[in-house]
């Protein structure tokens, strides 16, 4: 097993933390453990400070653990040190003398200062806001998540720029939630620092007077100054890291450092530093005197005008710059090539609409197609282009159109503040609207306000939302052009993400066999039709079984539909017995007999009178089952059904038809028209 050295070094230095709290030390090791406790709290306080946002250390929880275990590791060993032998090292010594000046009552005050402002302000403040922190990012991390997912859909980012956001906002809730759990060492180190010291105190003074014959003043005048030089060496690292944590919490994210952030907020107008002049020289005025103010006076307009000047030079240099930038505009040739990208699928609405696609003014249109996306991923199996969103104000201000590539394919109006209601065919009690069409299926409606809605819907009208309106109609015409929307590039990451767990599957199919624009070809076929393409798995097996003799994607289809007869089978036949429609076994022939086979693939050459037969009795048979509110579906031999598919799809696109082979067997059939001619 490879060990890093830095592991090495971090455990090593989490046992000697162990170790200093069993073993007695001298006092040369104490003075330098304490001087390494002071530098490493400087340290920490100053990575805090020119820190640019809090997750630049993200560490801090842990660290702040194992500086609080090593300063209170060496409290017991500077308390085993004065208890045993009087003597704690030169570093408490000094801290003790010199800090304190000697003397137990103001070293004592300077100690309880120090406590007081460490526990009660500084180290109080950051668990609060810690506390607060850690609350406001978990509450946040939805809405922050749906607002990635909401630029990414709209393309203001790519997948990579989501990915790292997402993973930004999941290691800010980790970090501030680390963080309200550190803060109570913060707190309680404060306290045993309190509770040492008055050990230490009472203990010496015990040890002293009983143990070491000493007068009690004089135990009192050296236990105590020795106590106070160790909490002192003690209080002041962590009054240092307790206000790294407490800087590090109040933090907000930046790409400036803080120094200059504060004096551009702090002295960003020269007139504040006037005025505060002003103040000072009327306040020397008073018993407090010239000689204190004036010079701060003095100081504070000499800053507002160089921040005067600061300004009037960058104001020139920006005019400057407008106008060099204007002339290079003039100047240089225009760049056309940003403006050759067609974007897949576009939305593009009146100004009308624009709250319901603008977050701030409660609009969810934004969700809403960043669920489109999913739905049809589940349903149908493919990666739906991004979506974008943009306003036209050539457009009526209640109008929308939905474009494919860049040419419109579908367009329609609301009635804002208004909702649809739909007869469901079964309703008598008629209410009052504005009359309409729903635009996605092309049913009649009618437009009603917010008070008739409960009414229509207690008499059973449907009613949905203007947003619901817009989302079902985009997502229809998203599944009417699913085919052409999928790319090379798409089937490509498709590919891709079988070969994860299939990769004999994939090697054996392509390039070997068919290429990608082959495969994307089959899959474009079977998405025309509303086939779902998410079992990849069983359609590249069935690509794989019958490529090596069959080049023609179009009979290729045939087989990838077949070996998905349990799905195609459960999605458009879901009654009981389901009722269709056959073909006279004489057309079927006719149609076989006049198929053409050609290097691009084959075709069906009909006499036009024969096919127009065809399709008026077809027409005839459909009337039949549509007059009786079933769906029409056409059953044939397999062979035919591309070919029949091809004849009638100008004329009826959204024509169901299977093959025998695509029938599940347990799904029973009852046949209740043939077309013949």
Do not use: C
């Not at 969103?389 to 939905?402: A, F, G, S, T």
């Not at 309106?469 to 009417?480: P, S, W």
């Amino acid at each position: 097993m490879n060990v890093k050295s830095g592991d090495l070094i971090l455990a090593g230095f989490v046992i000697s933390i162990l170790f200093l709290i069993i073993i007695p030390i001298s006092d040369f090791l104490l003075s330098l453990f304490i001087i390494i406790n002071i530098a490493v709290a400087i340290i920490l306080l100053l990575n805090a400070l020119f820190a640019k946002e809090p997750l630049d250390m993200s560490l801090f929880p842990t660290i702040l653990l194992l500086t609080t275990l090593f300063r209170l590791a060496i409290n017991i060993s500077s308390t085993r040190l004065i208890l045993t032998h009087g003597d704690a090292g030169a570093v408490v010594d000094a801290f003790g003398q010199f800090v304190a000046g000697g003397n137990i009552v103001i070293g004592g005050v300077v100690f309880i200062i120090i406590v007081i402002v460490n526990f009660l302000v500084i180290t109080k403040g950051s668990e609060r806001v810690s506390e607060v922190s850690a609350r406001f990012t978990l509450d946040a991390m939805p809405g922050k998540q749906m607002a990635i997912d909401a630029d990414l859909n709209a393309g203001f980012i790519d997948e990579l720029t989501a990915r790292e956001r997402r993973e930004k906002i999941q290691r800010e809730a980790s970090f501030f939630g680390a963080m309200d759990g550190a803060s109570k060492f913060v707190k309680n180190d404060a306290v045993a620092g309190i509770l040492i010291t008055f050990i230490n105190i009472i203990g010496g003074i015990i040890i002293g007077t009983v143990m070491g014959g000493m007068e009690i003043m004089e135990a009192v005048q050296k236990y105590t100054l020795l106590t106070i030089g160790d909490g002192l060496v003690s209080q002041v690292p962590a009054l240092l890291i307790s206000t790294a944590t407490g800087i590090l919490v109040t933090k907000t994210t930046s790409e400036t450092e803080l120094s200059a952030m504060m004096f551009e907020q702090l002295a960003s107008a020269p007139y504040i530093l006037y005025i505060t002049a002003v103040v000072l020289l009327v306040l020397g005025l008073t018993p407090i005197g010239l000689s204190v103010t004036v010079p701060i006076a003095i100081f504070l307009v000499f800053i507002g005008r160089l921040i005067d000047k600061q300004i009037q030079l960058e104001d020139i240099e920006e005019a400057i710059d407008e106008e060099d930038v204007e002339a290079d505009e003039i100047r240089k040739p225009e760049n056309v090539i940003h403006l050759l990208n067609v974007d897949p699928i576009e939305l593009e609405f009146g100004y009308g609409v624009i709250p319901l696609a603008d977050v701030n003014q409660g609009g969810d249109l934004l969700d809403r197609v960043v669920m489109i996306r999913r739905q049809i991923a589940l349903e149908l199996g493919s990666v739906v282009p991004i979506i974008r969103l943009r306003d036209n104000i050539q457009l009526n201000p209640n109008e929308y159109v939905i474009k494919i590539k860049g040419v419109e394919v579908a367009k329609g109006e609301i009635l804002f503040d208004h909702y649809m209601a739909m007869n469901p065919g079964y309703v008598e009690d008629e209410i009052d609207g504005i009359e309409t069409q729903e635009p996605a299926f092309g049913l009649p409606a009618l437009w009603i306000t917010e008070s008739q809605r409960e009414t229509a819907e207690i008499k059973g009208y449907t009613v949905v939302d203007t947003p619901s309106i817009i989302a079902t109609h985009l997502t229809e015409v998203i599944k009417q052009h699913l085919h052409e929307l999928l790319s090379r590039q798409d089937v490509q990451v498709l590919i891709d993400n079988v070969k994860e767990t299939h990769p004999v599957l994939v090697e054996e199919l392509t390039p070997k066999l068919l290429s990608v624009g082959e495969i994307q070809k089959v899959l474009s076929n079977l998405l025309k039709e509303n086939v779902s393409i998410r079992d990849l798995v069983t359609i590249f097996e069935s690509l794989a079984d019958n490529a090596t003799t069959i080049r023609d994607v179009d009979v290729l289809t045939e087989y990838a539909r077949q070996s998905l007869a349990r799905s195609i089978s459960q999605s458009v036949l879901i009654g009981s017995p389901n009722q269709v429609i056959t073909l006279d076994p004489a057309i079927e022939q006719q149609i076989m007999d006049s198929v053409q086979q050609t290097e691009q693939g084959s075709y069906v050459a009909l006499d036009p009178q024969v096919t127009q037969h065809i399709l008026d009795s077809l027409q005839v048979e459909l009337n039949k089952l549509t007059s009786i509110g079933l769906q029409p579906i056409i059953l044939t031999s397999p062979i035919v059904r591309i070919y029949f598919r091809h004849l009638t799809e100008q004329y009826l696109p959204n024509l169901t038809i299977l093959s025998y082979n695509e029938i599940d067997p347990s799904i029973e059939i009852q046949s209740i028209g043939m077309v013949s001619i």
